[in-house]
Structure formats: structure tokens, C-alpha cells
């Protein structure tokens, strides 16, 4: 295969890459309870136009956010384009399994803050997917959109632009090509 990932740094450009390419994500772990970073960050992705299928066996048939819940990644009624494994490092291996199994395996493996399983991670490159671990999706768009900046947090994003301004009682949100970015 190609070289080997450094999964303990990844450039902006990857990041960048794979979350302007995925369209369709399965929420593995997701939750009903809105105070869990798993609720949060569905919110987030489906605010900025992702499809996001969330994947939790003990709410399967309900719905979080308007979203059906199904119990197994096989359950998903299309293909989805990155896995979001909001669960911890024990069971990456399984749904890392789980979505090799799948008729068209998704690009992406993506484990969240927290979530590292390298042998999960290699098996995943074997099958030819991409894989990031111990990131958010959420964290990286804000991050890569300088949304982030807007809290006072360093986005280690450069941009000639000027910063854009909240205009009250509105909500704004930038896309990931809406700045230039030095990798």
C-alpha cells in the first residue's frame, strides 16, 4: 500500500479533504441525551449539511434529532462515506469489522477525542480506508472554518482575510473553502 500514516499528526489538507469529500456519515455511539458530546457534535454535522445516520442498538427505531437510529451499521439504508466511532478503543476493532463487512465500505474511519485502537486503525488501511483517530469532526470544521477563532481559541489558521463579524439574532457558519489556510 502507500506510506504509512503518521496517525499522531495529520496535515490540514487531509483534514480539510475528508470533510469537504463525506457527504454521508454514520454516528457510531450516538446519543439521545443532549448534554452528550455525541448529541452535540450530530447537531453540528447535520447544521453544516452532512447526513448523519446515528448508530446506538438501545435506541434503534427512534429517532435523535429527526435522525432514524439504527442498530448496526448494516441496518443504514445507503452507503455512508465516513464512520464516526463515538465509542471507546476496545470496540473500534468490531465496528472497524463491521464496515469492512458492508456491500460498499465507507472511505473514512473516524475515532473521536479519546479513541485511538491502532490494530482497529491498520485493519481499517488494509481494507483501504482512511483512517483518523482521537479527533472531532466538529473541533477540525470549526478549527479549519475559523468559527473556532471566534471564541478567542488559536485556529492555527492564516488568513489575509479580515474576521468575519456575527450579525445579531443570526447565526453564521463558514465552510471549510471559505479561508486561506497554510498546512
Known amino acids: 500500500m502507500g506510506r504509512p500514516v503518521n496517525h499522531d499528526s495529520y496535515s490540514d489538507a487531509t483534514i480539510r479533504t475528508i470533510l469537504s469529500d463525506v457527504?454521508?456519515?454514520a454516528m457510531v455511539g450516538a446519543s439521545a441525551n443532549a448534554v452528550r458530546p455525541s448529541y452535540f457534535?450530530?447537531?453540528y454535522l447535520l447544521d453544516r449539511g452532512y447526513r448523519v445516520h446515528p448508530v446506538n442498538p438501545g435506541l434503534a427505531g427512534q429517532e435523535i434529532l429527526g435522525c432514524r437510529v439504527y442498530a448496526n451499521l448494516a441496518d443504514i439504508p445507503e452507503p455512508v462515506d465516513m464512520v464516526d466511532i463515538f465509542r471507546n478503543a476496545e470496540a473500534a476493532a468490531a465496528i472497524v469489522e463491521e464496515a469492512i463487512a458492508l456491500p460498499q465500505r465507507p472511505k473514512v474511519i473516524w475515532m473521536q477525542l479519546?479513541?485511538?485502537n491502532d490494530a482497529a486503525a491498520a485493519r481499517a488501511e488494509e481494507a483501504g480506508m482512511t483512517v483518523v483517530m482521537?479527533?472531532?469532526?466538529?473541533?477540525?470544521?470549526g478549527r479549519l472554518s475559523s468559527e473556532i477563532a471566534w471564541m478567542g481559541v488559536n485556529s492555527?489558521?492564516?488568513s489575509a482575510k479580515r474576521a468575519p463579524q456575527l450579525k445579531a439574532g443570526k447565526f453564521q457558519k463558514l465552510g471549510l473553502r471559505t479561508t486561506f489556510q497554510r498546512d
Open 23 to 25: 457527504k454521508i456519515i
Open 41 to 43: 457534535v450530530l447537531k
Open 114 to 116: 479519546g479513541v485511538r
Open 134 to 141: 482521537n479527533r472531532c469532526p466538529k473541533i477540525e470544521l
Open 156 to 158: 492555527r489558521t492564516i
